[in-house]
């Protein structure tokens, strides 16, 4: 296991030393997003003319797609040069989304317990038009209950006095977009911002008093070596961030490098393969543990498991409400995917219509629902039998039980008592794992 050692193994010791082709590797849903279809979406207004299950936890997410430049890697919803009037003209459609949904019996009177500023990167936007958003966000769903208000960052677009108006607005976890602590490497990747930014805003953003600070890194970037890397290291340790991501690189088909690779004629991308990219991040992972970090998931360690929390994280992968507003958002309410339009013109004008601007949508059943939350709660490590047998009258230990030998007979896990806990090499290529849980009629679904 990578964790016994800080040696970073070389490709040969590592098995599945696949190349890195186009595609998603990550799985972030279930089931996989090309079975949602534009039929269901019809339905979303009978689903909201329905009060919610008690106790269900309500989240928002806000899309913010603006970027100073698009990232080589990039598969998100991003565009740039737009300026202030058409910024703001995105910020109103948003805002009237998220009145038409508070207005619902479905969501009228809950509070949400978490809020979250996504991207593209929030952070470009400039303090008045934050101040201006956050506060009318508060006056539809007020935030008074909320455990956790994150907002993701481009180091770049930072500085004292806009850190200090991002804590104001009653941020409590912000997530910096780091990737690489090397400007060759962010320059070669289509980073936006440098070196010396990432020390400027860290430092900024700790003076601001966050209570809790993420600083994001990918392995396996172009041109990443494993010196490089070990260096990366090196300075997030120093750093000493509350909590640490570190995503391997995947190459999705709409992405700068896939469109690269697609005029070359190459199948395999020109970033590292995953044995070296899943090595490099036990590699990190074995190097935090040194220094007092606690690995949390397959993507994830954090330097206090008792203080510091991903409230969005946890909530969701058990099953909370999630309103997603803005362009190719993505929600999920009372068990029922939705993802909304995915271009920027079309789903502001059908908000200014007073419609929701949903493009397409998945109506999930329970079994659906639970082995969504059963393969999102894998990526922690660590399943609780206990956990699904309460919440779905299922025995997870019965009914999966050729995976869970599959995994054992592999070394890759065990039962410890009620509970199944993933190895450290299992934990680092966790989402290659997860499809034998799918459902027959999914697990053609290589990309989700």
Known sequence: MTSATSTVPTTNETPEAGETTAGNYFVSNYPPFHFWDPGTARHLGELLSKPAEPLTPLGVYFHIPFCRKRCHFCYFRVYTERNASEIQRYLDAGIAELKRYAATPFVAGRLPRFVYFGGGTPSYLSVAQLKSLSDRM??????????????????????????????ELGVTRLSLGVENFDS?????????????????AYGAARAAGFP????????GMVEETEENWRENVRKLIELEPDCVTIYQMEVPYNTGIFKQMKAEGKLVAPVANWA???????????????????????????????????????????????????????????????QNITEIEQYIETTERGEFPVLRAMATTPEERMIRELILQMKL??????????KFSEDIIVRFNLQWNDLIAQGLGLWNGAFFELTREALLKVDSLLHAFFLPQHQNSRYV
Do not use: C, M
């Open 276 to 338: 070296t990219k899943r090595a490099w991040t036990g590699y990190a992972f074995a190097e935090l543990e040194k220094a007092g970090y606690t690995v949390t998931s397959g993507y994830t360690a954090v330097r206090n498991p008792e203080r510091t929390k991903f409230v969005y994280r946890d909530s969701l992968w058990k099953g909370a409400d999630l309103i997603g507003a803005g362009v190719s958002a993505f929600s999920h309410l009372g068990g029922v995917h939705f």
């Open 138 to 167: 508060k006056e539809i769903l007020p935030w008074e209950q909320a455990e956790e208000v994150t907002f993701e960052a481009e180091p770049g677009t930072l500085n004292e006095g806009k850190l200090k108006a991002i804590r």
């Open 381 to 390: 490590g660590r399943v609780s039998a206990e956990y699904f047998k309460q």
């Open 184 to 200: 060759h490497i962010l320059e070669i990747n289509g980073r936006a911002h440098r070196a010396d930014e990432i020390h400027r």
């Open 212 to 219: 809790q600070i993420n600083i994001d890194l990918i392995s």
